[in-house]
């Protein structure tokens, strides 16, 4: 067993590194990372290009899989677009979808890797749908070209500053808590991803309407302050699949998952609101729709994920298919007064009796 476990750990572990990435880097909304949780829909994918392989026993590794590289190539194409959309649409408006890549994945773990369809999914991909009609439909509806000259304003303006300040000022109380004091808590980690998750928004927005603005004709790509939200967005990006994987290797991913889209949604909504003044003019009775659609989303993305894990850990038995070069003797099976499973022949010594060969997992 531990010769097997050695052969498959680099796949396995380039693998993950390649699953954390892919979940983590964002654009700001529909991890997965939200951060983008179109990624969340790519690990789905690609556990099914996993599990396929290994229903076939395949040996070859997964990046040679033409189905792995196809989903990695849907992602790849659904960031773009993501990046995209935030050059032509509110971030208000492009933040809150990230619920309908989480109610698409569970559609999809029901029809590809065949898990249990649950009352709380229905309930909650019933939610995610009813919530992001309702924030569709009472979300500022404005049409703004994001020119260089104008991103400027915005950066040196009044509220924008102060709000700065205060992320900061907030920023470092957490930090300091979570080196000094060492205090992982998921709401710690979680607020400093959505605080820098806030900047990620606000410069992805500038930098993908500048350069929509430079392919139309109207040249922005020469101000030096384009550069300067390319590597905010960068930076940001970067610390925060630091921090979003500290919360995903002390956390349940199901619960990581959801409040990572609330905080960072949230966040988002402020950031549009604070830099571009996107409900600037807005009806009270609009605002509080688009927010009640926000919340619907939310407990849709909670219901969704609730106990998701947990199914899998009620098993009565623990099957490792077939293991090349070993011969199963019985069925892996639970010992009825004891902790170990199954039998396997003792290649040593042919004659001992199975009880005796034994493995403790």
Same mark, same amino acid.
Request: with cysteine.
């Given at each position: 067993?531990?010769?097997?476990?050695?052969?498959?750990?680099?796949?396995?572990?380039?693998?993950?590194?390649?699953?954390?990435?892919?979940?983590?880097?964002?654009?700001?909304?529909?991890? #997965? &990372?939200?951060?983008? %949780?179109?990624? /969340?829909?790519? @690990?789905?994918? =690609?556990?099914?290009?996993?599990? !396929?392989?290994?229903?076939?026993?395949?040996?070859?590794?997964?990046?040679?899989?033409?189905?792995?590289?196809?989903?990695?190539?849907?992602?790849?194409?659904?960031?773009?677009?993501?990046?995209?959309?935030?050059?032509?649409?509110?971030?208000?408006?492009?933040?809150?979808?990230?619920?309908?890549?989480?109610?698409?994945?569970?559609?999809?773990?029901?029809?590809?890797?065949?898990?249990?369809?649950?009352?709380?999914?229905?309930?909650?991909?019933?939610?995610?749908? #009813? &919530?992001?009609?309702? %924030?569709?439909? /009472?979300?500022? @509806?404005?049409? =703004?070209?994001?020119?260089?000259? !104008?991103?400027?304003?915005?950066?040196?303006?009044?509220?924008?500053?102060?709000?700065?300040?205060?992320?900061?000022?907030?920023?470092?109380?957490?930090?300091?808590?979570?080196?000094?004091?060492?205090?992982?808590?998921?709401?710690?980690?979680?607020?400093?991803?959505?605080?820098?998750?806030?900047?990620?928004?606000?410069?992805?927005?500038?930098?993908?309407?500048?350069?929509?603005?430079?392919?139309?004709?109207?040249?922005?790509?020469?101000?030096?302050?384009?550069?300067?939200?390319?590597?905010?967005?960068?930076?940001?990006?970067?610390?925060?699949?630091?921090?979003?994987?500290?919360?995903?290797?002390?956390?349940?991913?199901?619960?990581?998952?959801?409040?990572?889209?609330?905080?960072?949604?949230?966040?988002?909504?402020?950031?549009?609101?604070?830099?571009?003044?996107?409900?600037?003019?807005?009806?009270?009775?609009?605002?509080?729709?688009?927010?009640?659609?926000?919340?619907?989303?939310?407990?849709?993305?909670?219901?969704?994920?609730?106990?998701?894990?947990?199914?899998?850990?009620?098993?009565?038995?623990?099957?490792?298919?077939?293991?090349?070069?070993?011969?199963?003797?019985?069925?892996?099976?639970?010992?009825?007064?004891?902790?170990?499973?199954?039998?396997?022949?003792?290649?040593?010594?042919?004659?001992?009796?199975?009880?005796?060969?034994?493995?403790?997992?």
């Amino acid at each position: 067993m531990a010769s097997l476990q050695s052969e498959g750990s680099g796949d396995v572990g380039f693998s993950e590194i390649l699953d954390e990435l892919a979940w983590n880097f964002t654009y700001g909304a529909q991890g #997965a &990372g939200n951060g983008s %949780l179109s990624g /969340f829909w790519y @690990n789905r994918n =690609q556990k099914y290009s996993h599990l !396929k392989s290994a229903h076939q026993g395949s040996q070859k590794p997964y990046f040679r899989s033409i189905l792995w590289w196809c989903g990695s190539l849907l992602m790849a194409i659904g960031e773009t677009g993501n990046f995209a959309a935030y050059g032509l649409a509110p971030i208000t408006l492009i933040a809150p979808l990230g619920c309908m890549s989480v109610a698409g994945s569970a559609v999809m773990s029901v029809t590809f890797l065949k898990e249990n369809l649950r009352s709380s999914d229905l309930l909650g991909v019933t939610l995610a749908f #009813a &919530g992001t009609y309702i %924030l569709v439909a /009472f979300a500022p @509806n404005i049409t =703004q070209d994001i020119t260089a000259r !104008k991103v400027q304003y915005y950066f040196v303006g009044w509220q924008f500053l102060a709000y700065v300040i205060l992320e900061i000022l907030i920023f470092c109380i957490l930090l300091y808590f979570y080196k000094r004091k060492d205090t992982k808590h998921i709401v710690i980690l979680l607020t400093l991803v959505a605080l820098l998750a806030s900047l990620t928004v606000i410069s992805v927005k500038a930098v993908s309407s500048m350069v929509i603005l430079s392919v139309k004709g109207e040249m922005q790509l020469t101000y030096p302050i384009f550069y300067i939200m390319f590597v905010i967005m960068m930076a940001s990006c970067i610390f925060q699949v630091k921090f979003l994987n500290q919360a995903t290797q002390l956390y349940n991913t199901t619960t990581v998952v959801p409040w990572n889209y609330i905080f960072f949604t949230t966040s988002a909504i402020i950031a549009g609101i604070i830099f571009y003044q996107e409900f600037l003019g807005a009806a009270l009775f609009s605002s509080f729709m688009y927010l009640f659609g926000c919340f619907l989303s939310f407990f849709g993305v909670v219901l969704v994920t609730r106990n998701r894990e947990n199914e899998h850990l009620q098993q009565s038995y623990i099957d490792f298919g077939q293991i090349p070069g070993k011969q199963m003797l019985d069925k892996i099976q639970p010992e009825a007064n004891g902790q170990t499973y199954g039998t396997l022949p003792d290649e040593s010594n042919s004659t001992k009796s199975p009880g005796r060969e034994k493995k403790d997992i």
